[in-house]
C-alpha cells in the first residue's frame, strides 16, 4: 500500500476509533426513573430479579429529607431483600456481600428467610421504613444479598442533591479503546512521516 494511501486510511480510522472511544464513555448506564418518588415515599418492588425491572435503577431524591421507603417482593417464590448501603463505597459491594453496620436493611438475610418472606404477585412480603437522606450530594448504592441476585443485576442507587461524576455501577471506559486508537495514531504518523520523507527526496 502508498504510504499516502496508509496515512490517509490511519487518519480516517482514528477519527472514527475517537468518536467510538467518546460514545462509550457517555453510554454508562443511565437509568433514571424518578416516578417511584410519590408524597415522600418511594416504592422499590422486587421482579425478575431486579429492582424495578431497572438494572441499575437509579432514584433522585433531596438531600436532609424524611422518606418512606416501602420495599415490596412480587417474585414470585423468590427472596430478596433491600440494602441500602451506607458504610462502604459501592465498588467494595459483591455478589452475596452481607450488610454492615450502618446499613439500612430491609427483608430478610439469606440465613434468617422464612416462608413469609417468599414473594407473590398477590400477597406480597412488604418492608417499610423511613430513612432521611444524607445532607451533602452524593450517590447512595443499594442491592440484593441474595446469592446471585447481584450478578443478576439486582441494584441501584439513590441520586441525593446533584452528585455528578461516575455513577455507581458504571462501567469506565473500556481501556481496549484507548490502546487501539494509541496504535492507529502511530500507524498514521509513521505513514505521513514516510510520505513527507519521500517528497523531500
Ligand atoms: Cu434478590
Known amino acids: 500500500m502508498k504510504p499516502k494511501n496508509l496515512a490517509y486510511i490511519g487518519l480516517i480510522a482514528l477519527f472514527v476509533l475517537s468518536s467510538l472511544a467518546i460514545a462509550s464513555v457517555n453510554a454508562a448506564p443511565e437509568a433514571e426513573n424518578t416516578t417511584v418518588v410519590a408524597n415522600k ?13 431497572t ?8 438531600k436532609n429529607t424524611n422518606y418512606t421507603i416501602v420495599f415490596k417482593n412480587i417474585d414470585e417464590g423468590v427472596q430478596h431483600n433491600l440494602i441500602i448501603v451506607l458504610s462502604r463505597d459501592w465498588t467494595e459491594i459483591k455478589d452475596g456481600s452481607d450488610p454492615q453496620a450502618g446499613d439500612i436493611l430491609l427483608g430478610p438475610v439469606p440465613d434468617n428467610a422464612t416462608t413469609n418472606d417468599t414473594g407473590s404477585a398477590s400477597n406480597p412480603p412488604v418492608y417499610i421504613t423511613s430513612w432521611v437522606t444524607p445532607n451533602e450530594d452524593t450517590y447512595v448504592p443499594f442491592y440484593c444479598s441474595f446469592f446471585g441476585h447481584f450478578n443478576a443485576g439486582m441494584y441501584g442507587y439513590f441520586e441525593v442533591g446533584e452528585p455528578g461524576g461516575r455513577k455507581p455501577f458504571s462501567k469506565a471506559a473500556a481501556p481496549g479503546f484507548e490502546l487501539i486508537v494509541g496504535l492507529t ?17
Open 55 to 62: 438494572s441499575p435503577l437509579a432514584i433522585k431524591v433531596e
Open 41 to 53: 415515599t418511594i416504592i422499590i418492588v422486587a421482579q425478575n430479579t431486579k429492582f424495578n425491572n
Open 185 to 201: 495514531a502511530i500507524i498514521s504518523l509513521t505513514g505521513l512521516t514516510v510520505l513527507k520523507k519521500r517528497r523531500t527526496k
